[in-house]
């Protein structure tokens, strides 16, 4: 197994992610219908919205999958947030970066994987979307296209929450003007 680089940013990356407010949140619908719906369109058991911490990949939002957590050392989605590209592993136990990783050798028996990355500013990759399928599949470029367009729509909502965090805190700051 090989455990995922570093960002070069990852300082800036980590205060970043802090300032969402978003780590150890509470459910969201909307990014729980968004991993929902991606389960649909892709047709795997389990998708994520990810968040990269130091230590960890944590879930925003999980479908298919019981914890809501990951060491990052075994991520698959801590290489997307590193190289800030997509990622697809075709067959897990194929590729010697996850041949013999407890995700793949172990429960939830990983095969599939296909991750892209969540900008919330240029250069500064926070998580992921991705997708987990416990068979070995390929992923074309209209899949890729598809998979874009919902990471898209996970950034918008990354998006809404900090401008739902800020509000009441302009509002506050208004009202003693």
């Not at 990356?13 to 909307?30: A, F, I, K």
């Not at 911490?53 to 019981?66: A, I, P, T, V």
């Amino acid at each position: 197994m090989i455990a995922p680089d570093l960002p070069q940013n990852e300082v800036e990356r980590l205060t970043v992610l802090r300032n969402l407010q978003l780590l150890d949140s509470t459910c969201d619908e909307g990014f729980d219908r968004l991993t929902e719906l991606a389960t649909k369109i892709f047709d795997v058991p389990m998708s994520m919205v990810t968040l990269i911490d130091e230590d960890r990949q944590w879930f925003k939002s999980r479908q298919g999958l019981s914890v809501c957590e990951t060491p990052r050392r075994i991520s698959f989605c801590g290489h997307v947030v590193a190289d800030g590209q997509p990622m697809v592993i075709n067959n897990a136990l194929r590729d010697p970066r996850f041949s013999d990783n407890p995700l793949v050798t172990g429960p939830p028996f990983i095969r599939f994987y296909a991750g892209y990355p969540l900008f919330v500013m240029p250069g500064v990759c926070v998580g992921t979307l991705c997708l987990i399928g416990t068979l070995p599949r390929t992923f074309e470029e209209d899949d890729m296209q598809r998979l874009q367009l919902l990471a898209t729509l996970a950034q918008e909502l990354i998006q809404l929450h900090v401008l739902r965090v800020q509000l009441p805190l302009r509002e506050a700051s208004g009202r003693g003007a």
